[in-house]
């Protein structure tokens, strides 16, 4: 089945067409890499895919369902979790803190009034089991602002996880990151993202091909090929478009 | 000595404080004491939608004093109304207007928001001054004598005795500011602040923002009304003038500022500092504005996070020498 | 002209001079927020200091036009001093420090104007030369408002020029825009800053000064000017010149009319709209800095 599919999608803003007929098919479980030159549409189709923005035509299907006007709000409550290019953390929080926001919102407490929330032990060794997970519990008391950036970068990734999606959509997850942290969050999205469906937008080729099961080309807002990716590797038009020459 | 029995203590000695405090004073100094209590409370109202929020409420003197309206025509047009539900009229009151102007402020935020709020004030500023037959315009509504506290069955105290007034005042206030307290501690605490913090991951993390921020404004809203009602009580006359008007507005966002806005006794500590600093500037001159501004120009200055922003890097730099040597 | 028709007329001319000086003060306002993000909640008490020292610039030259001259100018160089040691070390703290720090500021005009002028209102007179009535077509009015609307008109010309037409003014109009791109392409971006908040204090100044004999002179004059002033800033849009004009001059005539024909609801209508255009559009009519 697939978990995510768009069809028709047409997106501009104020005249300018961003995105141009966008049918795009994501199968329940797989790794889809979304890649294309920088301008492609890349993140406005994530953004009218999260509901960002509400296409100006064509439509978004969320395991089945109709999706186009829904608000990020509600698709992280029905599994879809989302990793911004830039940074989207609380800063002034610590690595704690920016969690227990995540699972406080995946047990569904959002109206507590009641109760102390430093006393809801359950919610604190549910947040400190997460930042185990994600390497962070040695960060746990720092400011997400003080974080190294390599580990902010994991905490902003984590933060699309922490509400236990079925979907996950990361933009650009590595970007900025060195050799070595690019390694560790390749470790980690794979780990993590186990038995769930994820599509990541990525510049990083290595990253993709050590990723992806499948590989979608965006370039002017249009889907130039997808396949896996041996046939996107060989693909002419991706080739000439974006990919080069180089042997990958 | 834990810290928890230290805090029993320190409690402890307050409440005792509070209690002989109308024993040891003259009645000028007991009613600048309610004064003081009130204020820190409409403050903290503002707080909670400035340092917790993050949103300047320019216009915050339209919940204060609309609380304290209701209370003047309550009492005003109803025979023998009963002292605590005045109160939660008064509250009831702030609440509604929160509610009623929910649709708008929850959709902007940061300038806009401040605008919006200012004009709000505003236009019932002027409302309140051109509807004369309802609020008696500039010169107001009397309230001729509070009602007893009655507790059915068991006891009805006098509340033209100043100092029984002074108790109820300063229980209701504290009975607030601690819900406030509370309030701030719970999960629904941390959704605020995370507004402040990245109200876009708050929205990708699934919380619905609208319906968030609304709570938080009619919370404030509520507990600002409750401080217009009890301040209404205390002068026993409500006029645009000293609830209504911008000053009243800005009062709280000074008293914040100058506590700090960081934290949540931030804005009672600005409080106390301005009631204290009229009391004395009053006596060697009646520049008081003058001092006041001046005073807040030098705070913006150098010391923005305010007092306990100063009390906060103080303590910092003591902990690195103490580490150092 | 029919005896109604004169009425309007006459109102239309006081709500042109009025809305004239709103955008003599409204400009320097939303060129402010423009350029610095800096609202600027004590602009109008500039302008009713300049109508003070245009008071005492009377009193000791006795010469109507040289207060006229040396008031605003002087309200230009406090507004220079302010911008340069009050605002500027401010800045790093962020919006809301500058927006409490013009609260301050707001406070201390007010004060100083009582404790230097008291509490009194002044009467500033209209001299020999613009005193009077003008007779035109059946319809009798005041020679100085008509002065009022000239002055306006010639000062918002100039001022129009050398935003449009001088090399200076094309860094003001960027700046506005951008002040960080401005400042990376070398300019002096601190001494632009100065300037235009020294020109803005400076159109206040002048609105002050000339407002002076219509509304007297006293330490409330701020209170009224200062909130109509915000209106238009704000329904017209931050940093749009265009919109404060119109809405300046809507705003002037809204309230002439509204003051002659339904006192009490006039004022309440002005808010009412400005939260009806804050909510659908939040920068404003013309406006786009957030």
């Not at chain 1, 395991?63 to 409550?77: E, F, M, V, W």
């Not at chain 2, 509807?131 to 007893?148: C, L, N, V, Y």
């Not at chain 2, 006041?292 to 902990?319: D, E, R, S, Y």
């Not at chain 3, 002037?252 to 255009?277: D, H, S």
Request: hydrophobic fraction near 55%; charged fraction near 15%.
């Amino acid at each position: 089945m697939n978990i995510l599919e768009t069809k028709g999608l047409y997106h501009d803003f104020s005249g300018l067409e961003v995105l141009f007929d966008v049918n795009l098919q994501v199968k329940e479980g797989e790794r889809l890499a979304l890649i294309g030159p920088n301008g492609a549409g890349k993140t406005t189709l994530f953004n009218t895919i999260t509901g960002m923005y509400h296409p100006t035509q064509g439509q978004v299907f969320f395991k089945g369902k109709d999706i186009t006007r829904s608000n990020p709000y509600q698709l992280a409550r029905i599994g879809m979790g989302r990793s911004f290019q830039i940074t989207t953390t609380f800063a002034r929080l610590t690595a704690f803190q920016n969690i227990r926001q995540a699972v406080l919102s995946k047990n569904g407490i959002r109206f507590q009034m009641f109760r102390k929330l430093d006393k809801m032990q359950d919610i604190t060794k549910e947040t400190d089991e997460i930042l185990k997970r994600i390497n962070l519990d040695g960060q746990r008391n720092i400011p997400a602002g003080m974080l190294s950036y390599g580990k902010h970068r994991s905490l902003e990734i984590s933060m699309a996880l922490a509400t236990d999606p079925e979907l996950i959509m990361l933009d650009e997850p590595t970007a900025g990151m060195s050799r070595d942290e690019t390694h560790t969050a390749v470790e980690l999205i794979r780990r993590l993202t186990e038995g769930k469906t994820v599509v990541i937008i990525e510049h990083d080729m290595d990253v993709v091909f050590s990723i992806a099961d499948r590989i979608t080309v965006l370039h002017y807002g249009q889907i130039l090929a997808t396949g896996s990716p041996a046939e996107i590797r060989e693909n002419q038009e991706v080739k000439d478009a974006y990919l080069g020459d180089l042997e990958y | 000595m834990s810290t928890k029995l230290s805090n029993w203590i320190l409690w402890g000695v307050v409440i005792i404080l509070l209690a002989v405090f109308p024993y040891l004073v003259s009645f000028y100094y007991l009613n600048m004491f309610i004064a003081f209590a009130i204020f820190s409370l409409y403050a903290v109202t503002l707080n909670i939608l400035l340092g917790y929020m993050g949103v300047l409420s320019f216009g915050h003197a339209m919940f204060f004093g609309t609380g304290a309206y209701a209370v003047a025509l309550v009492l005003r047009h109803i025979e023998g109304f009963p002292l605590l539900p005045t109160i939660l009229v008064g509250g009831l009151a702030g609440g509604l207007l929160a509610l009623v102007l929910c649709p708008l402020l929850v959709r902007v935020s940061g300038t806009a928001f401040a605008m919006l709020t200012l004009a709000f004030s505003m236009l019932i500023f002027v409302a309140a001054l051109k509807f004369r037959e309802i609020t008696g315009g500039e010169d107001g509504i009397g309230i001729t004598s509070i009602p007893p506290l009655n507790i059915p069955g068991l006891v009805s105290i006098d509340m033209t005795d100043k100092i029984n007034f002074y108790y109820f005042a300063i229980i209701v206030v504290a009975i607030c500011l601690y819900l406030l307290w509370f309030y701030t501690k719970t999960p629904f605490g941390s959704l605020i602040v995370g507004i402040r913090d990245n109200a876009l991951r708050m929205d990708y993390l699934g919380f619905n923002l609208p319906q968030t921020k609304a709570i938080n404004l009619v919370v404030s809203g509520t507990f600002a009304g409750i401080a217009g009602a009890v301040h209404g009580l205390l002068m026993k006359l409500v006029s645009t003038v000293g609830v209504l008007d911008i000053g009243t507005s800005f009062k709280p966002l000074m008293m914040a500022y100058i506590g700090g806005v960081g934290s949540f006794f931030g804005p009672i500590i600005g409080s106390a500092i301005l009631h204290i600093l009229e009391d004395v500037v009053i006596r060697f001159t009646d520049r008081i504005g003058l001092v006041n501004g001046t005073i807040f120009i030098l705070v913006v200055l150098f010391a923005p996070q305010g007092l306990i922003g100063l009390f906060n890097t103080a303590k910092a730099k003591w902990f690195q020498k103490e580490t150092a040597s | 002209m029919s005896p109604t028709a004169v009425l309007y007329v006459a109102q239309a001319l006081h709500g042109l001079a009025y809305g004239m000086l709103l955008f003599l003060i409204a400009s320097g306002l939303t060129l402010i927020f423009g350029m610095m993000g800096i609202l600027n909640i004590a602009h109008a008490s500039f302008a009713m200091l300049a109508a003070y020292f245009c008071f005492t610039a009377l009193k000791l030259t006795g010469n109507f036009w040289a207060a006229l001259l040396i008031a605003p100018i002087f309200a230009g160089i406090v507004g220079v001093l302010t911008e340069r040691f009050l605002l500027r070390p401010v800045h790093k703290h962020g919006h809301l420090a500058e927006l409490l720090i013009t609260v301050g500021i707001m406070t201390l005009i007010l004060e100083i104007v009582k404790l230097f002028w008291g509490t009194e209102s002044l009467v500033v007179k209209i001299p020999e030369s613009l005193n009077g009535l003008l007779h035109i077509a059946g319809l009798t009015y005041p020679v100085y408002r008509i002065f009022v609307i000239g002055l306006s008109i010639v000062i918002l010309g100039f001022m129009a020029l050398i935003l449009f037409k001088t090399r200076l003014g094309k860094i003001v109009q960027a700046a506005v825009s951008d002040a960080d791109m401005v400042s990376a392409l070398g300019i002096n971006t601190p001494l632009v800053f100065m300037l235009v908040f020294g020109i803005g204090i400076w159109l206040a100044g002048v609105a002050g000064a000339v407002a002076g004999p219509l509304l007297t002179v006293f330490p409330g004059m701020a209170d009224q000017l200062g909130m109509d002033a915000f209106v238009v800033v704000v329904v017209g849009g931050f940093g749009s010149l265009i919109g404060a004009f119109i809405v300046a001059l809507f705003l002037g005539e809204l309230n002439a009319y509204g003051i002659q024909f339904i006192p009490r609801l006039a004022p309440v209508l002005m808010f009412a709209f400005m939260a009806l255009v804050l909510a659908f559009k939040p920068t404003g009519l013309f406006g786009e800095r957030e």
